[in-house]
């Protein structure tokens, strides 16, 4: 593509075509310097390629090469396929495991020959761009490496104990009550010594899908430890509701065949339990103490048996909480 951008170039001293083609290559160029994210470039290229080129189906993907997964980043217009006959595609190659896929597909056939027509300049535009788009790959993905757990792709500890201060802050103004449901895996230890620890790891990809399956987008999840997982609640919902959420996640992870071999279907069902406790914002209670009074229930729920959920609030003194030490700080 880089051999079409210099045609044009040479092409611009003397060809009024060539010449506004180019002013609109780089005033696209500079338009996406701006960009802060993924979406927003490629709802940007969307713009571009609609207004010159009346394009409006539009999709902008990201493959990952070592997952074999796609995630779609942006999709605007009618469905297509990439060898539908009327469509076309570029991929942006970042030399990691990202790669991203800008693809568009034609109104019609008369639509698609004037796209033909004009083939050239789109070479030369994503040619342009190439760098920038490469870069906020590059970007996402350092991001998500640095705040995200690489098994189960929920954030990690030390991201959580960075943000989870601030994002409860900026979550919701008039938030009053936070609910902390830490869940922790019945035996997990046992999985791996029965099988061994990519079947360890399929557990906690598949619990973790299951906690997501059940709460809000801006609720936030965190691995905290090689079983357990932090909940934060942060909708208006009651403490019977988040009781009856906490036992649904219970209940749909106890019914949930993990593959153990594909071969001969060989399957696995495990149990998790629930500890529960709840946050009062502008109360004497420290975030850290409820953390920790969840982390707290769930010892308990544990000691009573699989599949268990427990408040803090209905802990007594014949729990035995006494053996945590209150000195241990989770944030």
Same mark, same amino acid.
């Given at each position: 593509?880089?051999?079409?951008?210099?045609?044009? $170039?040479?092409?611009? =001293?003397?060809?009024?075509?060539?010449?506004?083609?180019?002013?609109?290559?780089?005033?696209?160029?500079?338009?996406?310097?701006?960009?802060?994210?993924?979406?927003?470039?490629?709802?940007?290229?969307?713009?571009?390629?609609?207004?010159?080129?009346?394009?409006?189906?539009?999709?902008? *993907?990201?493959?990952?090469?070592?997952?074999?997964?796609?995630?779609?980043?942006?999709?605007?217009?009618?469905?297509?396929?990439?060898?539908?006959?009327?469509?076309?595609?570029?991929?942006?190659?970042?030399?990691?495991?990202?790669? =991203?896929?800008?693809?568009?597909? =034609?109104? *019609?056939?008369?639509?698609?020959?004037?796209?033909?027509?004009?083939?050239?300049?789109?070479?030369? *535009?994503?040619?342009?761009?190439?760098?920038?788009?490469?870069?906020?790959?590059?970007?996402?993905?350092?991001?998500?490496?640095?705040?995200?757990?690489?098994?189960?792709?929920?954030?990690?500890? +030390?991201?959580?104990?960075?943000?989870?201060?601030?994002?409860?802050?900026? *979550?919701?103004?008039?938030?009053?009550?936070?609910?902390?449901?830490?869940?922790?895996?019945?035996?997990?230890?046992?999985?791996?010594?029965?099988?061994?620890?990519?079947? =360890?790891?399929?557990?906690?990809?598949?619990?973790?899908?299951?906690?997501?399956?059940?709460?809000?987008?801006?609720?936030?999840?965190?691995?905290?430890?090689?079983?357990?997982?932090?909940?934060?609640?942060?909708?208006?919902?009651?403490?019977?509701?988040?009781?009856?959420?906490?036992?649904?996640?219970?209940?749909?992870?106890?019914?949930?065949?993990?593959?153990?071999?594909?071969?001969?279907?060989?399957?696995?069902?495990? +149990? $998790?339990?629930?500890?529960?406790?709840?946050?009062?914002?502008?109360?004497?209670?420290?975030?850290?103490?409820?953390?920790?009074?969840?982390?707290?229930?769930?010892?308990?729920?544990?000691?009573?048996?699989?599949?268990?959920?427990?408040?803090?609030?209905?802990?007594?003194?014949?729990?035995?909480?006494?053996?945590?030490?209150?000195?241990?700080?989770?944030?």
């Amino acid at each position: 593509m880089k051999h079409k951008m210099m045609e044009l $170039i040479k092409s611009s =001293a003397t060809n009024e075509f060539a010449y506004k083609a180019l002013e609109s290559i780089f005033s696209l160029q500079e338009q996406l310097t701006y960009s802060t994210n993924l979406k927003q470039l490629a709802e940007d290229i969307f713009n571009w390629l609609s207004y010159e080129f009346k394009i409006t189906n539009v999709e902008f *993907s990201l493959f990952d090469i070592n997952k074999n997964s796609k995630d779609k980043i942006f999709s605007k217009g009618e469905e297509f396929f990439l060898d539908d006959e009327l469509s076309h595609f570029f991929i942006i190659n970042t030399h990691i495991s990202l790669n =991203a896929t800008i693809s568009f597909c =034609a109104n *019609s056939k008369l639509h698609h020959k004037m796209i033909e027509d004009n083939y050239e300049t789109i070479q030369a *535009s994503f040619f342009q761009i190439s760098p920038i788009i490469q870069s906020l790959i590059l970007k996402k993905n350092f991001i998500e490496s640095s705040s995200l757990d690489s098994v189960t792709n929920v954030y990690n500890r +030390t991201y959580l104990i960075q943000n989870l201060t601030n994002h409860l802050r900026l *979550s919701n103004k008039n938030q009053e009550e936070i609910y902390f449901l830490m869940v922790g895996i019945d035996r997990f230890k046992a999985v791996i010594d029965e099988f061994d620890y990519d079947i =360890a790891d399929k557990v906690l990809v598949e619990l973790a899908r299951v906690i997501h399956s059940n709460i809000d987008s801006f609720d936030l999840v965190g691995r905290l430890g090689t079983d357990e997982f932090l909940v934060s609640i942060l909708n208006n919902s009651s403490e019977k509701q988040i009781e009856e959420l906490a036992l649904k996640i219970i209940e749909d992870f106890a019914n949930t065949d993990i593959v153990v071999n594909d071969a001969n279907n060989q399957t696995l069902k495990k +149990t $998790i339990c629930i500890g529960m406790d709840k946050f009062v914002l502008n109360s004497e209670k420290t975030i850290n103490e409820s953390i920790k009074h969840s982390d707290i229930a769930l010892y308990e729920a544990k000691n009573k048996g699989r599949s268990q959920f427990l408040k803090y609030s209905d802990l007594t003194a014949a729990d035995g909480v006494e053996i945590f030490d209150e000195s241990i700080e989770f944030f």
